[in-house]
DNA sequence: ACCGCGGCAAACGTCAGATGTATGTTTAGG
DNA sequence: CCTAAACATACATCTGACGTTTGCCGCGGT
């Protein structure tokens, strides 16, 4: 294993081991390079892998500290490693999606709360009012479907599934829906899962949610049918 | 944003429009920072970062090269992510899995090979014979799972789940579980799950399963409220 | 014809030093 | 008391050099 590598375990191990805690400075990187007996370059390797992980935030002339760690925070990586998938494996995530999404949902049924189901109504008539424009139209369908998961009050369940669901995937099927002009009948699928969350029916909402997601789900299997 | 995090985001770019394939070389880093005209040093981070993403495999004397970009490959990441969590995050994981992989071990009754149930009855009777080998019971409680999860042939889900469950959370639960000498309990509770996927019965595995995750997540929430 | 060994070149790994630039703090002045 | 300039700190970037590993090719022996 490279000095690199070990440099990251190392600071891994520190935060991992409660000698590091969220928020917490790190020393300069000459010093830190010092103690582990590496070059100010190694150290700066590491530190950027786990600062692009995430789990370090370096503030250019202040210091290095360490993250909050909140699976918000961690898990945001998650939506950039399913930004790289191609083939086969998004007819997986969608699989993962249509498994889970429902869950998600039925569980918000039972536990949101009446500012969240505002929220949510918000972003239904924002995608009513956006007609045809698919960049308004992505934008709210991501948020609608984020705040229905985040009314689970679970912020690791909410930050998985908006990774999974990925903007590129979104935006992609939304374009097809459009274009084949059968976006109006995905709004009214919103609508229903809305209506099961304001009535606090879990399996209702859970079902709306299945029905909605096998829709996407059946879009993106016939479109990679076509494109193989 | 920095050079360094220009170049990650012109690689990622690279990938994600098709220009670089899975397995593909890439040139070398003097060349690379050449193009991009930043320097070796800076080159080097953004590549370090992407490798300790999975996303590039860098092999020394040889070259640089793209991963296959495989689910497996790239959902690694969250495994160590989830490591760095604690507190009251570990709740949230737990619900997260109590949710999931019930409807996963649901899916897996309906699509499970002969193979496949056989790997999993290995698993039992493994931890069966293990005892209060501690190690050799989380080993093959992981591996029980995972095989679970794997007969539902989506590899995405499997890795995902595989993440959260994480090494580490196991582990503490399978201590926790051995010196209260309630281990037999958790035996049997796998030995239903089998049962039911042996049955092909979705239904109830996923029922077992739920039980099951539920034994957990109950100790470890009172873990945490006998910590506060 | 096949196998093994040595050497060469390419490419990554690491280090050292120097300079640029943003940020937070302190201090002098109003 | 507040504001603005000066300063120290710390990260950002570049340059050049040297070490180490790996893959490959050719040589020689069997």
């Given at each position: 294993m490279s000095l690199t590598d070990e440099a990251i375990a190392e600071i891994?191990?520190?935060?991992?081991?409660?000698?590091?805690?969220?928020?917490?400075?790190?020393p300069p990187e000459q010093q830190l390079a010092a103690e582990l007996n590496i070059s100010r370059g190694s150290?700066?390797?590491a530190v950027k892998a786990l600062s692009v992980a995430r789990v370090l935030d370096v503030r250019r002339g202040d210091g290095t500290y360490v993250t909050s760690l909140a699976p918000s925070v961690l898990l945001e990586g998650l939506g950039v490693a399913v930004e790289l998938m191609h083939g086969k494996t998004v007819l997986e995530l969608t699989e993962v999606r249509r498994l889970f999404e429902p869950v998600a949902t039925g569980l918000a049924a039972t536990r949101v709360s009446a500012e969240g189901l505002a929220e949510i109504r918000g972003h239904l008539d924002a995608m009513i009012e956006a007609g045809d424009d698919i960049e308004s139209l992505v934008r709210h369908d991501a948020a609608f479907h984020r705040s229905v998961v985040a009314a689970t009050g679970n912020e690791a369940l909410t930050t998985l599934l908006e990774g999974i669901s990925g903007?590129?995937?979104?935006?992609?099927?939304?374009?097809?829906?459009?274009?084949?002009?059968?976006?109006?009948?995905?709004?009214?699928?919103?609508?229903?899962?809305?209506?099961?969350?304001a009535d606090g029916d879990a399996a209702l909402a859970q079902a709306a949610a299945l029905l909605h997601v096998g829709t996407s789900e059946r879009w993106l299997r016939r479109m990679h049918e076509a494109g193989t």
């Open positions: 891994h191990r520190l935060i991992q081991a409660g000698k590091l805690k969220p928020g917490a400075k790190l150290m700066r390797e903007r590129t995937l979104r935006a992609r099927v939304w374009r097809g829906m459009v274009e084949a002009s059968s976006a109006h009948r995905t709004v009214a699928e919103h609508e229903a899962i809305y209506s099961a969350l």
